[in-house]
T-cell receptor
Framework: DTAVSQTPKYLVTQMGNDKSIKCEQN?????MYWYKQDSKKFLKIMFS???????INETVPNRFSPKSPDKAHLNLHINSLELGDSAVYFC??????????????FGPGTRLTVT | GQNIDQPTEMTATEGAIVQINCTYQ??????LFWYQQHAGEAPTFLSY????GLEEKGRFSSFLSRSKGYSYLLLKELQMKDSASYLC???????????FGAGTTVTVRA
């Protein structure tokens, strides 16, 4: 019954490692997003895909690479992890493209801790 | 760029009313959203305003004035479970991205 799911929920890793976070939605939505929420609770958009096409690509380090194998999945791969990457990463999805008024449904988040 | 301001914290008593204000300065405007986020959980959608006026949904109402760049979320008959962070988010006009404020942490006391 989970609408937007993410794995893993917690991720603890060392600097310099490469890690991936997976996201899946079973809502039939066309658009998916990755957000980063830092310790100050700011939620910032990183990427958005509409029907597997990248439509929002914020100014994030190119160590972050999203991949959308199909419109139900959006994964996030992070290379050479740094301390500043520690945050909660949320996946979200919405019906229609980014120009529509539809609300976004968020996954449970992945708490990434880089040591 | 987008600039969205909301108070950091508010405290209220169970059964009372609380109003959370949000002011914004954005490049264009295509709607304002309110989300609720409990500690350690995902944000969940509460309301959407794109035209001026009040939208009511049960105990929660949201108001928008586009000319003033202002919105508020009104929580009535507060319950303990309403203790959470409330996020104001604005969709800009040029790129339709959703920009979030830092959130207002509401604490409901018995």
């Amino acid at each position: 019954d989970t609408a937007v799911s993410q794995t893993p929920k917690y991720l603890v890793t060392q600097m310099g490692n490469d890690k991936s976070i997976k996201c899946e939605q079973n809502l039939g939505h066309d658009t998916m997003y990755w957000y980063k929420q830092d310790s100050k609770k700011f939620l910032k958009i990183m990427f958005s895909y509409n029907n597997k096409e990248l439509i929002i690509n914020e100014t994030v380090p190119n160590r972050f690479s999203p991949k959308s194998p199909d419109k139900a999945h959006l994964n996030l791969h992070i290379n050479s992890l740094e301390l500043g990457d520690s945050a909660v990463y949320f996946c979200a999805s919405s019906q229609g493209g980014v120009g529509f008024s539809y609300e976004q449904y968020f996954g449970p988040g992945t708490r990434l801790t880089v040591t | 760029g987008q600039n969205i301001d909301q108070p950091t914290e508010m405290t209220a008593t169970e059964g009372a009313i609380v109003q959370i204000n949000c002011t914004y300065q954005t490049s264009g405007f295509n709607g304002l959203f309110w989300y609720q986020q409990h500690a350690g959980e995902a944000p969940t959608f509460l309301s959407y305003n794109v035209l001026d006026g009040l939208e009511e949904k049960g105990r929660f109402s949201s108001f928008l004035s586009r000319s003033k760049g202002y919105s508020y979320l009104l929580l009535k008959e507060l319950q303990m479970k309403d203790s959470a962070s409330y996020l104001c988010a604005v969709r800009g006009g040029n790129d339709y991205k959703l920009s979030f404020g830092a959130g207002t942490t509401v604490t409901v006391r018995a």
